[in-house]
């Protein structure tokens, strides 16, 4: 006994094994640099479009929250073309975002659907999950990380755990620069994961003991839930017997209006069947006094994989359900189109109403001709005509133009992308 704790002592003294983490991550940071990006003019063509628009825009005294939208709206099918060239599987299928807050046990529900052992999500009572991952069903694992500039590498099963809060606050920046998510294909059941991506996220509200960098991430849980198509919910009943603010908070932020929203009360197997009966009710009740219309609640244990109780469609159903829909994704070529065609009407919407105010000051000037006469007139005249300057439409209608443009030379540079990336 006492040789094998001596060798052990050696072995944690010896440099190899003393800098094995360090050399670990000085592989992770060289591989991500050395990446490189398709050899696909119309792939670089499309993000420095956008690049361009966005350096422009933000420093244009007419950007608005329509631009805001526009643009990380681009800045997401920019993401998913990446995904279609680099990740062939993930493409068409219907994409529920996990989101929930601090220990909400978002990975080890996702855990809980990977049939292969040897893949699994970084789980832990601190905040694991840093880089967004998108998990989908694959004959074979495999695990890639993404660049920004459209490359990937491949990453083996010790290196995909790793990828935590506490690994991330081992280098001196923000990992998620060099790798801003993940693709996983790995074994999953055909009836719920054969045409859906499961999308987990960084809590929305990380404690004290995390990194710098996690601040960060309620940004990157918004953009990943707005990605979505329908959102998976989950609160942690080891800590909560009801819905927290924060929880309320982000659904309110992200929209729920336009997804699907599914609540699982993960962690049930620590709560008796009274008290997960009690909580049902409690979430029902505050969620109907938001005026949250969900798609059904589950009780749900990852550790014994199965829901204990649910009102609506169980967790399964839900799945189910989700998993035959995959043409609620359109093709990343109408969703450009469509994302423009909203930002185009709000500008439109914008023009019209002042225009409509210009029409006012107009009727007021008129007025006071008729009824104030010459003097009143000329009193508000001067007045009148500096607030019709200031609701000029000129950078409005040029903010237009330009959208206009962009839609069609980011329409020819997305179709020839995906041609030259088959």
């Known amino acids: 006994m006492r040789s094998g704790h001596v060798h052990r002592n050696e072995r944690s003294r010896s440099p190899e094994y003393a800098h094995g983490d360090m050399w670990t991550r000085f592989q992770l940071v060289s591989r991500l640099l050395s990446a490189q990006p398709p050899q696909n003019a119309a792939r670089l063509s499309f993000s420095k479009l956008i690049g361009e628009y966005e350096a422009k825009a933000t420093s244009s005294a007419s950007w608005s929250t329509a631009d ?46 990977i049939l292969d052992r040897a893949v699994r999500l970084a789980i832990g009572m601190r905040p694991v999950t840093a880089v967004p991952s998108y998990v989908t069903a694959r004959d074979t694992s495999v695990v890639r990380g993404f660049t920004p500039n459209g490359g990937h590498i491949d990453l083996d099963a010790e290196d995909f755990k790793r990828m935590s809060h506490a690994f991330l606050r081992t280098f001196d920046f923000d990992l ?18 054969g045409q859906l991506c499961l999308l987990d ?20 849980a918004v953009r990943a839930a707005q990605q979505s198509d329908a959102v998976i919910w989950l609160i942690g009943l080891d800590v909560n017997g009801t819905v927290p ?14 997804h699907q929203v599914y609540v699982v009360l993960n962690k049930a197997d620590l709560k008796s069947q009274a008290e997960i009966e009690s909580i049902m009710e409690q979430v029902q009740a505050v969620l109907d006094h938001e005026g949250l219309t969900v798609a059904g609640i589950s009780a749900y244990s ?29 093709p990343l070529a109408q969703r450009l189109v469509s994302v ?11 023009i019209s109403a002042i225009q409509s105010q210009k029409r006012c000051i107009n009727d007021l000037q008129l007025d006071a001709l008729e009824f104030g006469g010459e003097a009143v007139y000329q009193k508000i005249l001067d007045r009148l005509g500096q607030l019709d300057i200031m609701l000029s439409t000129s950078p409005l209608e040029k903010a237009l133009e330009e959208a206009q443009l962009l839609r069609a030379v980011l329409s020819t540079a997305l179709d020839k992308s995906l041609m030259q990336g088959t």
């Open 245 to 258: 603010s924060s929880d309320l908070d982000f659904v309110r932020e992200i929209g729920h209006t336009g």
């Open 176 to 193: 998620k620069t060099l790798m801003p998510f993940m693709c996983v294909g790995t074994l999953m059941d055909p009836a719920y994961f």
């Open 302 to 330: 990852s550790k014994q994989r199965e829901v204990l109780l649910h009102s609506g469609p169980s967790l399964l159903s839900f799945l189910a359900q989700l998993n035959q829909d995959s043409q609620a994704r359109k």
């Open 340 to 350: 423009f065609e909203t930002y185009e009407y709000a500008l439109r919407e914008h």
């Open 68 to 113: 805001t939208s526009l643009i990380a709206s681009l800045k997401l099918i920019d993401r998913e073309l990446d995904i279609q060239l680099g990740f062939p599987e993930l493409p068409g299928r219907t994409i529920a975002g996990v989101v929930g807050g601090f220990s909400s046990g978002k990975s080890e529900f996702i855990n809980s659907f």
């Open 201 to 220: 996220t960084p809590g929305y509200n990380p404690p004290a003991m995390a990194s710098p960098y996690s601040l960060q991430d309620r940004l990157t």
